[in-house]
């Protein structure tokens, strides 16, 4: 049985397409819902005209800057978390960034998993969600732990390491569908990382000698799978 989590309302600010959709891709796929705006003004639009429960907010907007944005949104009473994702990462962005109100800030190229951690830390620090976050995982007799990042079978505990987790959680969330290599890149790597590499090949097998070599299906021409009965 697969445990289901809460859905809460995460706003990006993006103009670039192609990371908007791979966060959005993401986040959707971990339970979240979410909304993508391209501007400064739909954004502060949105923020102060709807409730969202966090803001992924772009620095680089095409017509204003982000930081502005986040003044505006704190010098009008907006409490959200904000999380600024932008290239910038001179030491005064950051500074300015974190002192304007933001509660974290992540620099360009990322990876997702640490996004997703940083927006689960701050919803953990949000006493109104913070109770309601995933804590495990279960497919069949193997339970995930969200918390502790590691898998239990039966009365033994398995350590996994970041990428071996993240890549765990994807098939966990998705038990018994086909997840293709370019799908499980773009999840777990990130979306800079080479669509030709062998890289889910290599972490399928470390999956397989820690939780069963019959965990994880080899779906012929198309992927791999989650055994919905593991």
């Known amino acids: 049985m697969k ?17 908007s959709s791979f966060v959005q891709k993401g986040l959707n796929s971990h339970g979240f819902t ?33 930081l502005k944005v986040l003044e505006e ?12 994702l932008t290239a910038r990462d001179d030491i005064y962005d950051k500074v300015t960034g974190l002192e304007s109100g933001a509660d974290d800030y992540i620099t360009k190229p990322f990876r997702f998993e640490e996004l997703l951690a940083r927006v689960r830390a701050r919803f953990r620090d949000t006493s109104s969600v913070s109770s309601s976050i ?9 339970r995930l732990d969200l918390r502790t990042r ?57 999956l397989r000698k820690k939780l069963g070599n019959d965990v994880v299906e080899t779906v012929r021409g198309m992927g791999y799978r989650l055994r919905a009965s593991s």
């Open 134 to 142: 995933d804590e495990a995982l279960q497919v069949g007799g193997i």
């Open 73 to 84: 949104l704190r010098g009008q009473g907006a409490t959200l978390p904000i999380i600024i």
């Open 150 to 206: 590691r898998a239990q079978i039966g009365d033994r505990t398995i350590d996994l390491p970041a990428r071996e987790f993240v890549l765990a959680e994807t098939f966990f969330r998705h038990p018994g569908q086909v997840l293709s290599r370019e799908q499980l890149l773009d999840r777990v790597w990130g979306y800079d990382y080479s669509p030709g590499s062998n890289i889910v090949d290599v972490y399928v097998g470390y």
């Open 34 to 66: 979410t909304a993508i705006t391209k501007t400064a003004g739909e954004t502060l639009n949105l923020v102060l005209g709807s409730e969202f429960d966090l803001l992924i907010l772009d620095l680089g907007l095409p017509d204003q800057d982000g």
């Open 3 to 19: 445990v289901l989590i809460s859905m809460y309302r995460i706003l990006m600010a993006e103009d670039e397409p192609r990371i």
